[in-house]
């Protein structure tokens, strides 16, 4: 579903994003990966045995400058970049009244100005070439809140704003600009809950399963290949049919 493409995917070394990763590469796509650690690399090399084109390069997605050089290295590297998967992201969860104003700017910087740094360092070269799919990982507590998140679903509010913002800004180029909102999905972000928590947290959803990394990637793979090519501006939940 993706012959010929080229992918970025931040955040590719564990859980969602090296989920699409695979997904993508099984598709057939030529992919940089990204993340802030040297793990990323491992998982290039891992992958490239797929037979398929992989790099991966070790970045900080909240580095502006670094975003932009990293950027030009890629597009020089495999000469277009065709799908851009901004996926890196972390939690500091506390109650507002605990939570420190560090707590708030880490969240900030990596979830969300992370997702601006990366999109305006592959941007031009999509209006060049006058096509491409942006998919921004948001979350479902970026719809409804969650208590003990407030930097978190801040950031992940933003991120639907930016998305639905450059829809429309980018819509005339044939640049598509869509988010994910994953739920409860099994990745190291989720696995320090307390077993009951857990527990209790299943009961809420329709489905009665946490989701695994791969019913997040089945819904990348759709929104990067042409199958979506009429949808923009849109937030699909994979989130097993909760209320938000
Ligand atoms: N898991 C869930 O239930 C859930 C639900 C809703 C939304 N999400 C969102 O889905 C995305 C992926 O989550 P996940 O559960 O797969 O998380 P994860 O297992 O903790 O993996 C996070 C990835 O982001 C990378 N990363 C973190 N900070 C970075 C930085 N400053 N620069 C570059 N890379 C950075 C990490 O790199 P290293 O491996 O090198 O540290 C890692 O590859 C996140 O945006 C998260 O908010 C997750």
Redesign the pocket.
Known sequence: MLEGKVAII?????????AIAQKFAQNHANLAL????A??LEVADELQKMGVKVVGYQ????DFDRCQQIGKQIIEEFGRVDVLVN?????RDNLLLRMTEQDWDDVIR??LK?VFNMTKAVMSQMIRQRSGSIIN????VGRGGNAGQANYSAS?AGIIGFTKSLAKELGARNIRSNAIA????E????KSLPEDVRKNWIQTIPLRRVGA?EDVANVALFLASDLSSYITGQVINVCGGIDI
């Open positions: 931040t955040g590719a070394a564990r859980g969602i994003g090296k990204i993340s802030r650690s793990r990323v970045l900080d997605v909240s996926n890196a992201g972390i939690t990596v979830n992370s990982m948001s979350s479902v992940k994953p739920g409860f999905i990745t190291d972000m989720t990394p």
